[in-house]
């Protein structure tokens, strides 16, 4: 059985592993809920489970505490998630928490806790040809000047966690700024999703990004934007019960980009595949809701769109 690595077990065994297929990038987080419980989240949790669902050998590396108290509150482990994921903890001295609020349907985020940032030097060297490689950051965890080193066949991003400020030391109200990454690496993108949330802090890297490759923008209901090529589409979103949507931005991705590297799969194809995908994630809870190819292709069967609003 494949085994999540703590900070404390050795890295001989995923050194000898078989280079993933898929490999997330980024902080998987504690979500402070205000009934007390503590559930994991982030994007490297959800596009990982995404892509191990979807049948891709899938791979983690982040940086946390994970299975014992971290300031007051148990953080889960993450051995439920051994038989599905390779995961590499570097050793921290907290876990990156978040605490979210809601009035009025927005959003207000907490961040009092960090996990630093995760040092790409830590990767196993056949990780960094992955065959997918997916920067997830979600809070400034990922030193873009670090990124040079990674040679995978499709290189993409969701790049919400660069936009993401707070206060340092002792954290605080999380706040947003205007994406700025390097040449180097917006050049070297293959694809990137962000939601229409965040689209005006980073509109001229989608564009640039979807001039050349592939870029997304998911608009909840209304379905998504694809620019691909310098072309606009829109694809539709699928009608669903909403249990909760935790995640759905982060599994739309993870399908995404890997639909993507199917050659004989168009753009709009693979953003149909993604839509449908997050739709069926939104019925169940957290992760447990994340589908797997056999759901999918069963809900295809009978799904019903979303009218298309431009």
Not at 15 to 30: K, M
Not at 64 to 76: A, Q, Y
Not at 272 to 282: I, K, M, N, P, R
């Amino acid at each position: 059985m494949r085994q999540p690595l703590s900070d404390k077990r050795s890295h001989a065994g995923l050194q000898g592993s078989r280079t993933p297929e898929y490999l997330v990038i980024g902080h998987i987080c504690a979500d402070l809920h205000t009934e007390g419980h503590v559930v994991l989240g982030g994007t490297a949790l959800y596009s990982a489970l995404t892509a191990a669902r979807l049948g891709w050998r899938t791979a983690v590396l982040t940086r946390g505490i994970f299975g014992r108290e971290v300031h007051g509150h148990m953080v889960p482990s993450l051995e439920p998630f051994a038989d599905e994921l390779d995961i590499i903890v570097q050793e921290a001295g907290s876990t990156t928490m978040f605490v979210n609020t809601y009035n009025a349907g927005r959003r207000t985020q907490m961040l009092p806790h960090w996990a630093e940032p995760i040092d790409l030097r830590g990767l196993p060297p056949h990780w960094r040809n992955a065959k997918i490689i997916h920067l997830g950051p979600i809070a400034q965890e990922i030193d873009p000047r670090q990124t040079g080193g990674l040679t995978p066949e499709f290189l993409g991003a969701t790049p919400q966690g660069w936009m993401r400020n707070w206060p340092r030391p002792g954290g605080g109200r999380v706040t947003t700024s205007h994406l700025r990454l390097p040449a180097s690496l917006v050049g070297s993108l293959d694809g990137i999703v962000v939601s229409d949330e965040e689209i005006s802090d980073c509109r001229d890297t989608v564009d640039a990004v979807g001039s050349r490759r592939l870029g997304a923008v998911t608009m909840g209901d209304n379905g998504s934007r694809i620019i691909y090529g310098g072309t606009t589409d829109y694809v539709a979103a699928y009608k669903v019960d909403v249990a909760d949507a935790t995640g759905a931005g982060d599994t739309y991705a993870a399908s995404f980009f890997i639909k993507a590297t199917d050659r004989s799969v168009s753009a709009v194809k693979a953003a149909q595949f993604a839509s449908a995908v997050s739709a069926l994630s939104l019925t169940g809870v957290g992760v447990d809701g994340i589908p797997t190819a056999a759901q999918i292709d069963e809900f295809l069967k009978t799904a019903q769109e979303y009218p298309i609003r431009r």
